[in-house]
T-cell receptor, first 112, second 115 residues
């Protein structure tokens, strides 16, 4: 079963607007990571937030984590056409291999 | 410091042929993960290797698929007797160690098309 589930599945906004994507997960986590994937390309690591953190910023990105609700959000402020991509949240399994479990992603389109 | 390298970037095979996908981790990284991505889907874990050892292959099909990470050279994901359902993007990620954070760095992927 999916550990991370993003919503919405697709989001279309105008350049300059903010984009918010949400992720829910099922089990307890040590951290949650957000990745970006441009069409037909590999994944780029955006930001990692640990379970004892509530909010983290990186440039135009703001990530929140609510462990009581098992959810996270990614906010991209002042979006640009270049932000058009799919965004995935991922959580490492605890113990053992710590493989990443990904959701299906949110496909963001930023219209110029 | 070069990132994770994968080759080939695109691979076309006919049903029944073998596919070999290579992954060179980042310098200093001794942990390699392979993931598969179907169209419009997220990545699904396949296998986790350290040098000369398979640590977790719980996501890899029992038949036709194998992986290795030899002492020297890249990690190899091998798919024997490919079928159309094997068509997907295969991504490799490397990590310096099994750390508390386990940040993984991804390669550009190999897109396998089975005709």
């Amino acid at each position: 079963s999916q550990q991370g589930e993003e919503d919405p599945q697709a989001l279309s906004i105008q350049e300059g607007e903010n984009a918010t994507m949400n992720c829910s997960y099922k089990t307890s986590i040590n951290n949650l990571q957000w990745y970006r994937q441009n069409s037909g390309r590999g994944l780029v690591h955006l930001i990692l937030i640990r379970s004892n953190e509530r909010e983290k910023h990186s440039g135009r990105l703001r990530v929140t984590l609510d462990t009581s609700k098992k959810s996270s959000s990614l906010l991209i402020t002042a979006s640009r056409a270049a932000d058009t991509a799919s965004y995935f949240c991922a959580t490492p399994t605890q113990g053992g291999s710590e493989k990443l479990v990904f959701g299906k992603g949110t496909k963001l389109t930023v219209n110029p | 410091n070069a990132g994770v390298m994968q080759n080939p970037r695109h691979l076309v095979r006919r049903r029944g042929q073998e596919a070999r996908l290579r992954c060179s981790p980042m310098k200093g990284h001794s942990h390699v993960y392979w993931y598969r991505q179907l169209p419009e889907e997220g990545l699904k874990f396949m296998v986790y290797l350290q040098k000369e050892n398979i640590i977790d292959e719980s996501g890899m099909p029992k038949e036709r698929f194998s992986a290795e990470f030899p002492k020297e050279g890249p990690s190899i994901l091998r798919i024997q007797q490919v079928v159309r359902g094997d068509s997907a993007a295969y991504f490799c990620a490397s990590s310096p160690k099994t750390s508390y954070d386990n940040e993984q760095f991804f390669g550009p992927g190999t897109r396998l098309t089975v005709l």
